[in-house]
């Protein structure tokens, strides 16, 4: 079964470093997203990708977040200066066809990032 | 603002039972609800997709119905087994918008 796959699994970084976290959606997908999860707390949205461009990003994807996708397979998540908040699980995400609502998102097994 | 609640927080129960998670949501101007399971540390894996028009959806032993109207949807699990201990979330896209909102989900204990 097809499935999106996130790398690396954990990193660990020092304050004010910058981080990429890296996906590989499923190949047909049009849809791409990045999700995080602070432990202990909901799954929260961060931002939406479509046609080469965000269509919708949260509060919390602020001027340190960006997204890429550079080569029309990898999806990628940077953040240029990390916080001690921004530790969470980062999730990946994608979907099919038409439009984003009408199929079911697949996640990615989630990067986990620690800032020291 | 969406907002999406679960009851229960947590639900430990022996094998065998059915049992039933509750989610509820405040806007009812929802495009589709989703259902997912969390093993620990683990990603999401979806379990069952209601469409805005639809009521219910079944996969195996899995039944999630959707009321749109009163802002509710429940997923029954039934002959619960060890296998199902996770934590399930549910969530909600708006007809406005690209975004999941996520409840804080349910942990499920199934005790052998």
């Known amino acids: 079964e097809p499935e999106v796959t996130q790398t690396p699994s954990h990193q660990v970084t020092q304050m004010g470093q910058e981080v990429i976290l890296r996906c590989v959606p499923i190949?047909?997908?049009?849809?791409f997203y990045w999700y995080r999860q602070i432990l202990g707390q909901k799954v929260e949205f961060l931002v939406s990708?479509?046609?080469?461009?965000?269509?919708?990003k949260s509060e919390i994807f602020d001027d340190q977040f960006s997204v890429e996708r550079p080569d029309g397979s990898n999806f990628t998540l940077k953040i240029r200066s990390t916080k001690l908040e921004d530790s969470a699980m980062y999730f990946c995400?994608?979907?099919?066809?038409?439009?984003?609502?009408?199929?079911?998102?697949?996640f990615g097994a989630g990067s986990r990032l620690t800032v020291l | 603002k969406q907002e999406v609640t679960q009851i229960p927080a947590a639900l430990s129960v022996p094998e065998g039972e059915n049992l039933v998670l509750n989610c509820s949501f405040t806007?009812?101007?929802?495009?589709?609800l989703q259902w997912f399971r969390q093993d620990p540390g683990k990603g999401l894996t979806s379990l069952l997709l209601i469409q805005s028009s639809q009521r219910e959806q079944t996969s195996g032993r899995l039944n999630a119905s959707l009321d749109k109207s009163s802002g509710r949807s429940t997923l029954y699990i039934a002959a619960s087994q060890p296998g199902d201990s996770a934590t399930y979330l549910c969530?909600?896209?708006?007809?406005?918008?690209?975004?999941?909102?996520f409840g804080a989900g349910t942990i499920l204990r199934v005790k052998s």
């Open positions: 806007d009812s101007a929802i495009y589709n």
């Open positions: 995400a994608s979907s099919g066809q038409g439009a984003p609502g009408a199929n079911v998102l697949t």
């Open positions: 990708f479509y046609n080469n461009e965000i269509s919708e």
């Open positions: 969530a909600v896209k708006s007809k406005s918008g690209d975004k999941l909102v």
């Open positions: 190949s047909n997908h049009l849809y």
